[in-house]
T-cell receptor, first 114, second 119 residues
Framework: AQSVSQHNHHVILSEAASLELGCNYS??????LFWYVQYPGQHLQLLLK??????LVKGIKGFEAEFIKSKFSFNLRKPSVQWSDTAEYFC????????????FGDGTTLTVKP | NAGVMQNPRHLVRRRGQEARLRCSPM?????VYWYRQLPEEGLKFMVY????????ESGMPKERFSAEFPKEGPSILRIQQVVRGDSAAYFC?????????????????FGPGTRLLVL
């Protein structure tokens, strides 16, 4: 069974600090990887996704993520966070044996102090 | 160009009552997924449906929960005889199915969720 682990449950940063949120998955086959953001009171929005090709993926709002297959990781990064990035971030994976459903991590709550 | 619609957004039920959650997928989407988010946890897959078919219900509790996606109308997640532990946010997602499955490069689009509170 596949699983997704997000290392940090809660991250607190000051504006302009750099961000890196960890995500590791446990599955050795072909995977698709996603990062979603959930702003307070709102629904999930897709930040970025990796299907194939360049392992460095750029998403919306200045976010990027790097797929490192050897480390089973897909960490999310942003060079300089803003107060408006305060939200919950979820990493998710789909695989060739579980097509049709996504497995989510437990989420990381990011609080950016102005 | 409406996105995935869910209603109601908030639902309060007493123990033993029934809860019916509705999901209208994006226009042109024929695949629907239901997820549950318990407090302080990530989303957990419940069921994957296509029109009139349940494709994967491996995440559905064995009792009291059922889902359907009829030929016409929204997908319905039904919870009978609700208990306090059913209190959660229930999210629906849809995809077009054009890529046959998520691994072929499809993206799921999520609705705003229904927050169920069982008193």
């Amino acid at each position: 069974a596949q699983s997704v682990s997000q290392h940090n449950h809660h991250v607190i940063l000051s504006e302009a600090a750099s961000l890196e949120l960890g995500c590791n998955y446990s599955y050795g086959g072909t995977v698709n990887l996603f990062w979603y953001v959930q702003y307070p009171g709102q629904h999930l929005q897709l930040l970025l996704k990796y299907f194939s090709g360049d392992p460095l993926v750029k998403g919306i709002k200045g976010f990027e993520a790097e797929f490192i297959k050897s480390k089973f990781s897909f960490n999310l990064r942003k060079p300089s966070v803003q107060w408006s990035d305060t939200a919950e971030y979820f990493c998710a994976v789909t695989s060739d044996t579980n097509a049709g459903k996504s497995t989510f991590g437990d989420g990381t709550t990011l609080t950016v102090k102005p | 160009n409406a996105g995935v619609m869910q209603n109601p957004r908030h639902l309060v039920r007493r123990r033993g009552q029934e809860a019916r959650l509705r999901c209208s997928p994006m226009k042109g989407h024929s695949h629907v997924y239901w997820y549950r988010q318990l407090p302080e946890e990530g989303l957990k897959f419940m069921v994957y449906l296509q029109k009139e078919n349940i494709i994967d219900e491996s995440g559905m509790p064995k009792e009291r929960f059922s889902a359907e996606f009829p030929k016409e109308g929204p997908s319905i997640l039904r919870i009978q005889q609700v208990v306090r532990g059913d209190s959660a946010a229930y999210f629906c997602a849809s995809s077009s199915g054009a890529g046959a499955d998520l691994l072929a490069g499809e993206t799921q689009y999520f609705g705003p969720g229904t927050r169920l509170l069982v008193l």
